[in-house]
């Protein structure tokens, strides 16, 4: 006879592997589909120094691992395998991966968001190594230094702000003439003594030699080039949700998150999507784990109820944002 699964997880970075500890405390029959490592985007972190209960920090692999063998301790299984395909309406959820096609009655998708990249070269080899994603997670490390902000969104615009206060000069760089962001946030980046607005520009080159020491810069307008150091930089030009797999049976918003009611509940009975894949106010690894353990309660309701309506704000996300 095929094996269903009570729950199926779908990645195993923080939300994941939270909802996989909740779920098998719970006496869930628990899988974790992961693809690469336990930790996702956490994994690839040196130094994580906002999470509470290691005062001297914990870099994220290990962090990963040992989220992931405390779900394990408590009857959690993973499959290293990539998911290919999801079939998630009805009572029994067919997820196909790899190594098979696994059955679960609930399904939590913690498949995360990953940071838009420059597409510079060596891009990838000095991530945390005076390049980086999360103003919030690294701007700590730049006390007192020079750091260059790429983007003009709201995002950009809040990590020059929160890195004012931290760094000696910031840098915000734009491609275009005007930024995205809020109105919010305009008169504060321009009354900060330490902030400079470099507009129509774009970088061109990481410069580096163990770890980055400035940036090339070019003015789009005019094509004028040059050179620019600094300590570190911040890419805040948005993310990328992992939602391809679910599109079109699952609630996204403009920016293709999941839509969830607070209890990470979607618009499809038995289907929960914790963490930064869905559309939410903060992504942080302690958020990412709160939303897990929502999950994991809600994939526990929902077997205990065996009902499986929805929530009403879950109803209503149709209303509002129509599958595409």
Known sequence: MEHIYDMIVIGGGPAGYTAALYGSRAGLDTLVLEKQSAGGQMAITNRVDNYPGFPEGI??????QSMEQGARRSGAKTEYAEVTAVRLAGAVKEVDTGAGTFRARTVVLATGAEPRELGLPGEGALVGRGLHYCAACDGMFYR????????????AAADALMLSRLAQRVILVHRRDSLRAAKIYHQPLKSAANVELRWNTVLTELVCGDKLTGVGLRNVLTGEESRLACHGVFVSIGRRPATELVRGQLVLDEGGYVM??????????GVFAPGDVRTKALRQIVTAVADGAMAAQGAEEYLAARDGAPSPQAKNLLKDFPLK
């Open 59 to 64: 870099d994220g692999y290990r962090l990963g």
């Open 144 to 155: 007192g230094k020079t750091v260059v902000v790429v983007g003009g969104g709201n995002t």
């Open 260 to 269: 969830t009611d607070e209890s990470t509940r979607t618009n499809v009975p």
